[in-house]
């Protein structure tokens, strides 16, 4: 499973003037991937990754979160690729009486 980790719940505004003379807004949101390498072995530490968020969209709290089936689509040359990034959490394993936290 394609994990991603977000570790604080807040988002950061980008604005400025495009090429054409248009101003922007961006709202972007730090994460960390968990990638592999070509071979299929995990990678040591995670990416940092910049997830764009939609306008007016909340920040993505704080958790485990994995890739909505949404984000993918078969586009030219019957290419199987990535969309907008739209993340759902992973559930986490509830806890035995006894057990740790």
Not at 22 to 40: R, T
């Amino acid at each position: 499973m394609f994990k991603i980790e977000i570790l604080v719940g807040a988002a950061t505004k980008r604005s400025g003037t495009s090429k054409g003379g248009k101003p922007y807004e961006m709202i972007e949101q730090e994460a960390w991937a968990h990638v592999c390498d070509q071979q299929g072995n995990p990678a040591p530490y995670p990416s940092r990754i910049v997830l764009t968020l939609e306008n007016n969209q909340m920040p993505y709290p704080a958790g485990h979160y994995t890739l909505h089936e949404s984000c993918f689509y078969v586009g030219d040359y019957q290419k199987l690729t990535l969309g907008r990034v739209r993340l759902v959490p992973i559930p986490m394993p509830e806890k035995r009486a006894g057990q740790n936290a």
